[in-house]
Every structure is written in structure tokens, then in C-alpha cells.
């Protein structure tokens, strides 16, 4: 990668450096001023020049702010007034609790859009943590707190990249864009799925999206997702009748119609899946009875279940398979009430020439990191189901995802350093 000067100075030096046997804010000892970019591009930086690297500097920014689904905390506000000062124009929206931002700089359709996600899952029990969850805290070379992999950094990364981009080479002349949610972590009914209809009812989608969730397993760039399977849940009920257990004739135990039910459920025969996409699954979660008592034949019983599925099936036609299955059981027309609940679509971006995404995000990872990345889909779902479409195609790229969701998230300032590095690798391929 070409040697490019950084856009900003640093104004102060770092008043949240941990020291790693106390664990107390101390003042960190910092040089002034940002180092060069010729001195960022080397891979051996130390401790103390990773920690004032301006996308470490940025993931600390926004992981500062408690924006819990589907609180927002101000992460947008400080996102926004970055994209203006680079020329973007930049919309905030307030959809049904939900703070949503759209930032393009013009109105064409976007060659690239990056997406993202500015809500985090609750920290949990806060005893366990190491250090405060929103204080974006330095330990040995890593940075710790809610959001630190899932996903604030993914787009504090994708912020830096492209400010250090247009202050080396201008404004791009194809148009770019960011799309920007508060409500990724809980229903995302009013996020990313929102933003998505507004541009498609301006004939504005994106051809190109990369989303900043966590994708890699050990370093940046070694998997990159191309793709998720869907997501359905159920919640299935039996009726029976209730009796005592030494009269079963005069009961219908519910329980044995779930087991009929779970093992039919089991047996049904789904795609095998590929090296790209695993196959489709389904799992029950739950199995609830009521209240044990042992003299008590259950008059009724709940079983809940999963079912991850492939691209090669739709939402329709397995909730059509699932109802025939039951059916065949034949255990009476009131005997079961079937409920379906938070389905998600899934998506598969395939590589179908040199200019596709994934042919531009393999080369810009090779470029600096000398290898290719893993093509996987696997996962829970994400964002990029709302994103994708026949007019955009979508990939997945961010930071290692061992501690997504855990307590005390972390992740190593090396890691943020070789994103950046990877996507300002990409962005000069989608600057013309």
C-alpha cells in the first residue's frame, strides 16, 4: 500500500491507558502528535504507537457510549459530525425508537456502501468484568469493553479508513455511502430493514455493501462471510387432557404427542450444504409441560424449535413442510396451534467475475496480509440479509470473533491496525 499521511493530529495525550498489573486509569506516556503514516504501515509498531493509531483512538470513541439496543447513546451524532467534516451528506432518522443514518455524497446509487451497527448487547454481570464495560480500557495490548469486537470497532475501523483515504487522495469520484443502525442486537425491525426500503424507493441501492460485523477467526482478513443462512423460530403447542397418571385411559398425555412430534421433526431430511454454505438444520430449544407433579398426566406441552436454512429454501416453503410433517402425525385438528416467530432471510453473494466484491475484498486482504482469506457463511444472522439484493452484493468483513457477546470482550490493538490497513487497501479499489 502506498505511504499516505494521517488527517488529523492529536490534540492530548491518552488519560485511559491500564496499566496491566493494577488495572487502574493512569496517565498514559504518549509521544504528542500522530505517528506517519510510513510509520503505521510497519507491521512490528509497539504497544504504545498501536494505542495512538487513530482507529484504536475511534473504537475507544464509540465504545465509550453505553448505546444498548436500541439505544443509540450519541454513537451517530459523533459519526455524523465525522462524515460531514469529509463531505459526506448525512441524514439521522428516529424510526420507531430506533436512530437510524444515511451519509452519501451525492444522490447517485453508491458503489460502496459500508454498514454497520452502533447497538451493543447488555454488558451482563458487571462483577465479572475486568474492567468497566464502556470504559474502552487498554490491558496488555488489547482492548476491552462491550462492543470491542461486535461491533463498534468493525465501524469506528471503517470511519478512520475512509477519512485517511479522502485526506490522501480527495473525494472519490464514484459515490460512496454509509448505512448505519442502532437496532442490529434486538428485533431490527426498524434498523437496517428501514434504511434499506428508503433507498430502494429512491432507486439508490448500493452495488457494493461491506458490513464491519466480525467475521475473522484468528486475524483480520483470514475469513471473510459471503453470505448467512436464514433463521426461523417456532412455538408449537399441544393439547391433551389432563388425568391422573393411574387412569391413562381417561387422559391424553401431551407429552407423548410431543415426543411423536419432536422425533418426526428430527427425521425430516434437509440439504447437506456445501464448503461454502452449511446445510439447513433444525433444533428444538425448548420443551415445557408446566408444573412437575408426579401423579399428574400433563394436559398440555409447549416445544419450542429452531431451523437455520440454506439459501436453496424460502421462508415459505418451510413453514409449508413443517405444517405437513404435523399433519401426517394425524393427533386431531385442535391437538396442535403453531406459531412462527422472528424469521430472517438469508443470502448468499456469489463470486461471478474479477470485478466482483468478493474478488475486490480477496485482493485487498492479499495485499496486505500476503494470503487469502476462508469464504464462509456460517454464523448466526446478521444485517447483510436486509442489504443484499439482485442490484448489491454483499460480504462480511471485520475483527476476530472468539469473544463476541462475552464478558469482557476484547480484542487486540494489532487486529484493529491490520483492519484498517485492509480496508484502506480496499477503498483505493473503489475510488474511480
Sequence with gaps: MKSMPLASQASQSDPFYVDSAQFQLTQGKHNQGELSQEDLSQEDLSQEDLSQHKAVRYCRELMRRPSITPEDAGCQQWLGERLVAMGFDVSHYQDKGVSNLLASFDERPAQLALAGHTDVVPPGDLSRWQTPPFAATLVDGMLIGRGAVDMKSGLAVMLAAVEDHIACYGLPKA???????????????????????????????????????????????DVIKIGRRGAISARLTLKGKQGHVAYPKNAVNALHMAARVMQALEALIWDEGSDDFPGTSLQVTHVDSGAFTDNIVPGSCEICFNI?????????????????????????????????????????????DEQSLIAQVEAAIFEVTASFPRLSTSGGTSDGRF???????????????RTIHQVNERVELAQIVRLYRIYRALLTRFHD
Design 175 to 221: 459515490n460512496w455511502q454509509f448505512i448505519v443502525t442502532s437496532d442490529e442486537e434486538g428485533e431490527a425491525e426498524h434498523g437496517t430493514r428501514t434504511l434499506v426500503e428508503r433507498l430502494k424507493a429512491q432507486s439508490r441501492l448500493p452495488k457494493y455493501c461491506v458490513v464491519a460485523e466480525p467475521t475473522a477467526d484468528k486475524q483480520a482478513g
Design 308 to 352: 437455520r436454512y440454506s439459501y436453496r429454501y424460502s421462508e415459505a416453503g418451510i413453514m409449508a413442510r413443517i405444517q405437513a410433517c404435523l399433519d401426517g402425525l394425524s393427533l386431531g385438528e385442535d391437538a396442535i396451534s403453531l406459531r412462527w416467530e422472528r424469521g430472517c432471510q438469508p443470502y448468499h453473494t456469489q463470486e461471478n
Design 387 to 401: 442489504l443484499s439484493s439482485p442490484q448489491t452484493q454483499v460480504i462480511e468483513l471485520g475483527l476476530p470473533n
